[in-house]
């Protein structure tokens, strides 16, 4: 990788620009006696495998409840929005996905603009993210020496972000192709899509995650007078229909043996392994093929404990009451992360979004795009900025993590990544 070392100064040409996006993308679904009937099946495969093996780990129960491939809740039906289960920062406009995109460009600039550039992102939910970051890469010049990597375990998703992305897609038959789906842009600009992190080529790339790792497997431990004990979830033998219950294993597991910190303080921990492994590879990916990624997510550095948790209609719901039919979540610990992949990257963050949004210049670009927009448009565009950046929403909940090679040190110490520190 041949770097040139020099900072820019592109945030104010961007936030100068002038196109307003469209507004809310609300989709309906309406599908609720479908959801009912695939809920009471997911759960009885699960009440036959309680009662086969034993009870199970919490992060195999949340394993199976979103991503089982027949009633798995991300697998068949759109969660996100006005009528799903719950709104995402991309879904709120077109600003947070600007800002994303102008700190990428930014850090792909002061590194030397390395081609080609792959943008990964894993999660992509409807699409609205990337379809952001293209469009502000194309108004800087930036479209032969990009392609687009997506990582989405969903076929219902992955159609969708087809339909946001794409002009035409096709699925190859060839069993040898590590994608599974293949599209390009209006601009002509590739689009891949893969089931893990694994298959995407290994290159210079960008990384990008929002909300997607709060949505991967955590298991559960509790501090004990016998030592660390995972949680586990068994079946309540005493409720007459199907009905689920925590139990804290008697002796240690695995899990419980591995993952626990020599030295931790808290007295229940929450464990995303699944996460660590992506982090794992993600490090030797950047520290060999170089790169550099940017997480957001609800979080916190290592001080939270039971977060464990689910959502329906936008509405807290208990993560053990018809599984499938509400989204399982637990915050990111960002601390473990950084524990994941020290001996190889540099970590920025966590830093909270509002932070994160306000040293990227939104409110500049806000009123920019005020100016430029009708009533409905204003309303959404500042219903959208005050949800994604104000204290008691989702401005200090939601975290900004980045990670760049160790050979970058001297580079980023003279010149700072950007939203992560006041410049
Ligand atoms: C909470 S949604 C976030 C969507 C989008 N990033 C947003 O913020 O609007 C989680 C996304 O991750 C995908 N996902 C969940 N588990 C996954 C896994 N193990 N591998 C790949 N994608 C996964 C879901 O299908 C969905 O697209």
Redo the contacts with the bound molecule.
């Keep these: 990788m041949v770097l040139n070392f020099k900072k820019l100064q592109i945030i104010p040409t961007y936030l100068n620009l002038k196109y307003p996006k469209t507004s809310f993308k609300f989709i309906n679904n309406g599908e609720q006696s479908k959801i009912k009937k695939e809920s009471i099946s997911l759960a009885r495969q699960l009440q036959a495998k309680i009662k086969s093996t034993g009870p199970i780990s919490v992060a195999e129960y949340m394993k199976e409840v979103?991503?089982n491939p027949v009633s798995g809740y991300?697998m068949h039906r759109n969660v996100?929005g006005g009528n799903g289960d719950f709104i995402?920062?991309?879904?709120l406009g077109q600003l947070f996905g600007e800002m994303v995109a102008i700190w990428c460009f930014n850090e792909w600039q002061k590194i030397g603009s390395p081609i080609p550039l792959q943008l990964v992102e894993?999660?992509?939910?409807?699409g609205?993210?990337a379809e952001d970051v293209l469009r502000v890469f194309d108004r800087f010049g930036v479209r032969n020496e990009v392609s687009l990597h997506l990582?989405?375990?969903?076929p219902y998703?992955s159609q969708m972000q087809a339909q946001t992305l794409c002009e035409k897609t096709i699925r190859p038959s060839e069993p040898t192709q590590l994608y599974y789906q293949l599209g390009t842009t209006a601009k002509n600009i590739p689009v891949f899509w893969y089931n893990s992190i694994q298959d995407v080529p290994r290159q210079f790339s960008c990384f990008l995650a929002?909300?997607?790792f709060?949505?991967?497997p955590i298991h559960k431990f509790q501090r004990t007078e016998a030592g660390w004990r995972e949680i586990l979830i068994d079946i309540d033998p005493a409720a007459d229909t199907v009905k689920f219950r925590y139990v804290i294993s008697r002796m240690s597991t695995p899990a419980s043996k591995v993952l626990i910190k020599a030295d931790e303080k808290r007295d229940h921990v929450e464990v995303c392994a699944e996460g660590g492994v992506i982090l794992q590879h993600l490090a030797t990916r950047l520290e060999e093929d170089g790169g550099f990624a940017l997480f957001a997510d609800y979080g916190h550095d290592g001080s939270k404990t039971d977060t464990f948790r689910g959502f329906r209609d936008h509405q807290l719901h208990d993560a053990l009451v018809d599984p499938g039919s509400a989204?399982l979540t637990a915050d990111v610990d960002f601390s473990y992360f950084k524990t994941c992949t020290e001996d190889k990257l540099l970590t920025f963050g966590p830093v909270t979004q509002r932070e994160f949004l306000k040293r990227m210049g939104i409110d500049i670009r806000l009123q920019i795009l005020l100016k430029n927009c009708d009533e409905k448009q204003r309303e959404n565009l500042l219903l959208g900025y005050h949800m994604m950046v104000d204290q008691d929403k989702m401005g200090e909940r939601f975290k900004l993590f980045s990670l760049f090679p160790s050979v970058l040190k001297e580079h980023l110490i003279r010149f700072p990544v950007t939203g992560f520190a006041d410049s």
């Design positions: 979103l991503t991300y996100i995402t920062s991309p879904e894993m999660g992509p939910g409807h609205s993210l990582v989405e375990v969903s998703l929002h909300e997607f709060d949505a991967l989204d």
